[in-house]
């Protein structure tokens, strides 16, 4: 299985397009791009093998493995990227401005949904990340 996002960077956060499938799901915020510092910065564009991982905060959710640098980078509902995450990427619902969107818990239940089923079928999960400028972050 296949999970593309196509960012759009901005000062203040960093806006997706998430596809699973090349079929449009969500739409995704996540901080802005800081040279891939730990806790204030997006990860880099690229490609990430994506594993299920349960914790008490977040119950089901997903983990990136072998992001450059970065420990535990997961995919999490969130509504506000600078209150919320940590340099893990939140799936949304709508985007209500730049690093901020709503409905959140629903998409990443879509999102969760769709990955586990692709587990329990032994699928290898990709997640690959792309920039809409065509630029590398």
């Known amino acids: ?55 008490k905060q977040h119950k ?13 980078v997961l995919i999490h509902p969130a509504n506000n990227a600078k209150k919320e995450l940590r340099g893990c990427i939140a799936p949304v619902t709508q985007l209500t401005g730049i690093g901020e969107g709503w409905s959140s818990h629903h998409s990443f239940t879509k999102l969760v949904s769709s990955v586990y089923q692709a587990f329990d079928r032994k699928e290898k999960v990709l997640l690959i990340i792309k920039s809409n400028q065509n630029e590398y972050h």
């Open 60 to 72: 089901h959710h997903l983990v990136l493995r072998d992001v450059k640098n970065r420990k535990l």
């Open 1 to 55: 299985m296949e999970v593309l996002i196509i960012r759009n960077y901005f000062k203040e956060g960093t806006n997706g397009t998430l596809f699973v499938n090349s079929k449009f799901l969500c739409f995704t915020i996540e901080l802005s791009w800081k040279d891939n510092v730990k806790n204030i910065s997006c990860i880099p564009e690229g490609a990430y093998v994506l594993e299920p991982r349960y914790s």
